[in-house]
């Protein structure tokens, strides 16, 4: 009888063991990635929030100060271009517009639909002109990244809705951790 028999683990046993530790390994790794892109596209996602609230905000003010005159609206949208316009009086004598001037908010100005720019045309006595309204050369830049820029403007209520949409890349599908989507709208009411 040999009692200094020693167990000891053999080939087998250690190659599953082995095996067993890579796919635990794989896991967290899995684990570990999905989380970081997570984090990345939230921070994304707050970073797109800002950007948006801070348009809608600057949107929202000179929609507010629209100023209508008789037979002649304060708040205009060319559908064709996704523009809108704003009439804005220069000084606090509203019966005159003379002095008044177009704010105009159009996407794609810079030959690039996925931004938004913000420009002043002084044209007192008449419509905008949405031909020729923000050349890059004049025009504020806003934001980037969008997906949709959509103005709508209710006369009978005098509501204006105005709704932006963006994407960290707007060439790509939305995808909700790689690619994630931002929409943002707001409601101003017109009292000019």
Same mark, same amino acid.
């Given at each position: ?47 797109? &929030?800002?950007?948006?609230?801070? &348009? ?82 004049? &025009? ?14 209710? &006369? ?37």
């Amino acid at each position: 009888m040999n009692t200094n028999h020693k167990k000891a683990m053999t080939l087998v046993e250690l190659l599953l063991a082995t095996t067993l530790i890579g796919i635990v390994m794989l896991g967290v790794i899995a684990v570990t990635t999905a989380i970081k892109q997570f984090q990345l596209s939230g921070a994304d996602m707050n970073i797109s &929030a800002m950007q948006i609230t801070g &348009a809608l905000k600057r949107i929202a003010r000179d929609a507010s100060i629209a100023v209508n005159y008789p037979n002649s609206p304060g708040t205009i949208i060319d559908a064709g271009s996704n523009s809108v316009s704003f009439r804005q009086d220069q000084d606090s004598d509203l019966l005159t517009q003379a002095d008044a001037i177009w704010v105009i908010y159009t996407d794609g100005s810079d030959g690039n639909p996925q931004t938004i720019h913000r420009c002043q045309q002084n044209a007192p006595n008449s419509d905008p002109d949405f031909g020729n309204e923000c050349s890059p050369a004049n &025009a504020q830049f806003i934001i980037n990244k969008v997906v949709a820029f959509t103005p709508a403007f209710d &006369a009978t209520t005098g509501l204006f809705t105005v709704a932006v949409t963006t994407r960290n890349d707007p060439n790509k599908p939305f995808h909700p951790t790689k690619n994630p989507e931002f929409q943002l709208s707001t409601d101003i009411r017109s009292y000019y």
